[in-house]
């Protein structure tokens, strides 16, 4: 039976759409699928626009007369630093070129706090109590990290601009061992949203009662533009603006824009926060990879470069985005199961179910052989307070496998949800 508003229907109704629902999932369950959408991988295909980068190394030296296959350049090589500036509008000399992982560099950044502290404020790991700003949902990674030091996380719901701001400047204001909060400004993981310009200014000039509070300002996405290009104000000059100047790290990768295992990445700061940053890192480190550096500056050549290597991205990822939001409208759209946003730009799509049956609509598609990122994994601690948040990862299986997994998905949505309005109608 074709049903809209099913949250509507009586319990009889209800009692035949789960069997004729369960019908449909019996029939997937022989079909022994086996498809991974757990982690926003790109493509082989993807990937594969980028194999000329592995040919950019036909020499070695930089634009400055340095061999980059030797020690040194803490910083980076010049031609790096300056394409990521012109990139995101940084001055060259807030920049430090890393590895290829800018988790790797935000872990770094907490360690260092957490060891040394900054600007003769004491070191984290002397206080009884280190508190961290979650807006979720939010990237589980970042969560991981504060679970893995021991910070303390303060969940706080997200706006359809950004966090939800009044509750973060009242936290901060009145307790000073809330030392920081996680940001992925524009096109959040896993919801698309993308900070409004008074929430930049909110964060930048807020009062907080810890003098050494930082934004950890992860703009992963920042030229994921899939249907359309959203701007963002700046952090830095909004900052500065406000007397706030040494309140940003910055973080930034070509992780997604080149390969995963084979990007470059970048922390960009203040000038006195980033001389604390070599003072440690000049003994974690003689330098990282120039060669890398090199040759994905050669590739990708200037700003305007990147952005046309974003649009074949953009290309390549739009038909996918299309298939899962033309499935969850024609298979749920209207039914009161879920509602989901329609990201302009990123890596995911969220989806929330009815409360209390996210998990059991991953446990569905997981028997049946679609593996999704877990319920829960975008809050602290794994907990999502309803039960209903899903992030849906389109970019790794082929068309046809995303096809196949997204039918499969809605019928578990469906399912797990005429459950639950089952259970409570009893």
């Given amino acids: 039976m074709k049903v809209r ?32 959408m757990s982690r926003g991988k790109p493509s082989g295909s993807q990937l594969d626009l980028t194999n000329g980068v592995l040919d ?45 992982s800018s988790l790797n560099l935000m872990y770094d950044a907490i360690v260092r706090l957490f060891l040394f502290g900054t600007h003769g404020n004491p070191a984290w790991r002397t206080l009884p109590k280190v508190k961290f700003l979650c807006p979720s949902p939010g990237y589980d990674r970042h969560f991981a990290i504060c679970e893995d030091l021991g910070i303390e996380m303060i969940t706080i719901p997200m706006k359809d601009d950004g966090p939800d701001m009044d509750m973060v400047e009242s936290l901060v204001a009145s307790d000073d061992s809330i030392k ?22 909110r964060l930048a000039k807020m009062k907080t009662a810890a003098a050494d509070f930082r934004i950890f300002w992860d703009n992963a996405y920042g030229v994921h533009h899939i249907y359309r290009e959203r701007k963002l104000k700046d952090i830095f000059r909004a900052a500065e603006a406000a007397g706030n100047p040494d309140r940003v790290f910055y973080f ?105 049956c996210a998990k059991n609509t991953v446990a569905l598609a997981k028997q049946a052989g679609v593996v999704l990122t877990g319920a829960g994994a975008a809050f602290p601690y794994r907990k999502d307070p309803r039960d ?7 970019t790794y299986p082929t068309l046809e496998e995303l096809k196949e997994a997204m039918e499969l998905f809605c019928v578990c949505v469906k399912l797990a949800g005429v459950e639950k309005l089952l259970e409570k109608a009893n």
């Fill in 5 to 36: 508003n099913i949250t509507g229907l009586s319990k009889s109704q209800l009692e035949e759409y789960r069997r004729e629902l369960r019908k449909e999932y019996d029939h997937y369950l022989t079909r022994n699928l086996k498809l991974d």
């Fill in 56 to 100: 950019k190394l036909d020499n070695y030296m930089t634009e400055s007369g340095v061999d980059a296959r030797n020690y040194g350049g803490l910083d980076g090589i010049s031609e790096a630093r300056r394409l990521f500036s012109e990139l995101l509008d940084i001055p060259m000399e807030k920049i430090i070129i890393g590895g290829n």
């Fill in 180 to 201: 920081g909060i996680w940001c992925v400004p524009l096109y959040s993981n896993p919801e698309g949203i993308c900070y409004s310009d008074e929430v930049v200014d």
């Fill in 252 to 356: 930034f990768s070509t992780s997604k824009i080149t390969f995963p295992g084979a990007g470059v990445a970048l922390i960009a700061s203040s000038p006195a926060n980033l001389a604390e940053i070599r003072k440690h890192m000049g003994i974690q480190t003689i330098g990282h990879d120039k060669l890398n550096q090199l040759r994905t500056v050669r590739y990708l050549k200037s700003a305007d470069g990147v952005r046309a290597h974003m649009r074949a991205l953009a290309a390549e990822l739009r038909p996918k985005f299309d298939m899962v939001l033309g499935t969850l409208e024609r298979e749920l759209g209207g039914t009161g199961l879920a509602q989901w946003r329609r990201p302009d730009g990123g890596y995911f799509i969220s989806l929330d179910t009815l409360d209390g």
């Fill in 388 to 394: 209903r948040n899903i992030r849906i990862a389109p």
